[in-house]
T-cell receptor, first 113, second 112 residues
Framework: GAGVSQSPSNKVTEKGKDVELRCDPI?????LYWYRQSLGQGLEFLIY????????KSGLPSDRFSAERTGGSVSTLTIQRTQQEDSAVYLC???????????FGPGTRLTVT | QKEVEQNSGPLSVPEGAIASLNCTYS??????FFWYRQYSGKSPELIMF????GDKEDGRFTAQLNKASQYVSLLIRDSQPSDSATYLC????????????FGKGTKLSVKP
């Protein structure tokens, strides 16, 4: 079946602009996660959704970052007033109900110039 | 601070050998343990997960968990050049769902 999809695959933006990153989880997966991976760094957790609710937003690095999920499916991660340190690969993952494992999408490579 | 530690490598093994990848974690409350493979420029791909002490085998892969020592490992038997990748260890602290804490990964190189 179809895996997790993310768009765009690449995004180049100027410092100070806002960006929106989209994630389509696997159909039927209730849990959705956002992570980011900077060059040479490990995966850093950002936010977790269960349905449309976000029980854990502890990883969002600043109030410039926000995310929402609608209809228990698609999620959008928004970064306002982007900074160069926001440059990273943003990865989305999803899990089926009650399952522990997470399945990752291909990621969005964000470059802030 | 909850941490997951891995040797960054590179770990180099000849084709056909056993590759042994190790991971330690800091919090005894950890309940779920995962190994992901990440090829350069690609996203992580789930290989195995383990919840109970002991070994879990899946084809050429064996995950080993020792909660008393806070240690989890991944063995790859009959290593192939296509196994060359970065292997990420991930840990969940409590609950069946919620975020994973990732190590920085061990780079494995399998030489033909």
């Amino acid at each position: 079946g179809a895996g997790v999809s993310q768009s765009p695959s690449n995004k180049v933006t100027e410092k100070g602009k806002d960006v929106e990153l989209r994630c389509d989880p696997i159909s039927g997966h209730t849990a959705l996660y956002w992570y980011r991976q900077s060059l040479g760094q490990g995966l850093e957790f950002l936010i977790y959704f269960q349905g449309n609710s976000a029980p854990d937003k502890s990883g969002l690095p600043s109030d410039r970052f926000s995310a929402e999920r609608t209809g228990g499916s698609v999620s959008t991660l928004t970064i306002q007033r982007t900074q160069q340190e926001d440059s990273a690969v943003y990865l989305c993952a999803s899990s089926p109900p009650g399952a522990r494992e997470q399945y990752f999408g291909p990621g969005t490579r964000l470059t802030v110039t | 601070q909850k941490e997951v530690e891995q040797n960054s490598g590179p770990l180099s093994v000849p084709e056909g050998a056993i590759a042994s990848l190790n991971c330690t974690y800091s919090d005894r409350g950890s309940q779920s343990f995962f190994w992901y493979r990440q090829y350069s420029g690609k996203s992580p791909e789930l290989i195995m997960f383990i919840y109970s002490n002991g070994d879990k085998e899946d084809g050429r892969f064996t995950a080993q968990l020792n909660k008393a020592s806070q240690y989890v490992s991944l063995l790859i038997r009959d290593s192939q050049p296509s196994d060359s990748a970065t292997y990420l260890c991930a840990v969940r602290y409590g609950g069946s769902q919620g975020n994973l804490i990732f190590g920085k990964g061990t780079k494995l190189s399998v030489k033909p």
